[in-house]
């Protein structure tokens, strides 16, 4: 069995290397696909090996691959090089394996959530009375932002989403893209837009919103359009 403090050790070391010659290393790497899957892919094994030749393996195939996103001459995206504290904590957290999903689960978890909320909102300029929480990723932020300025602008037209929910809420006008295309929309429903709506889908933009069925003659459509995908190709 492999020592782990050694492992650790050699893989820190690893990790300090690549550190120290990114800053000279191709922003994008010359890639050999099949080699790449020769080396690293292969069939799948029924027999493992010990975590030193693990390592040793992973680092052989996948580094000659890496993107020098950490480095000074990387400018692909706005994504920013991970600094020293942030990489050396990063390493703590896998170490120290917490699960955060409550305070239960992990009170340091919690805790340190706690503390960085409260130095967000203060970096941000937020009122501190403000809620706040650690979202899983860019998806979940996105799906968080979004359901909370839904929540602000009904609350601003006087329907009160946490008393009310969100059933028969006051349509909301949407302005998405840089064409600015305005859509009045209500949850997920839509009524048209632009100077051949008829009055009827104007009037609809302020009454309460109703779930709508579909008509029968749309569900044979939609039956021929799932049924399309099993047929065999003649």
Partial sequence: MTNLRTLLTETANLVADYRDAVSDHRVAPEIDVERFRATFGGPFSAEGVDAA?????????????????????YFGFVTGGSLDAA???????????????????????????????????EALGLPADASFGIVTGAQGGNTVGLAAARHQVLERAGWDVERDGLHGAPRIRVVAGRSATRRSTARSGSSGSGPHRSKRSRAARTAPSTPRRSSRRSRPARANRRSSWSRPAT
């Fill in 87 to 121: 990489v050396c904590a990063d390493l703590l957290t896998t170490g120290w394996d917490q699960v955060g999903f409550n305070a239960v689960m992990s009170p340091a978890a919690a805790l340190v959530e706690e503390v960085a909320g409260v130095w967000l909102k």
């Fill in 53 to 73: 030749t693990a390592i040793e393996e992973l680092v052989a195939a996948v580094e000659p691959v890496l993107t020098a996103s950490s480095g000074p001459r």
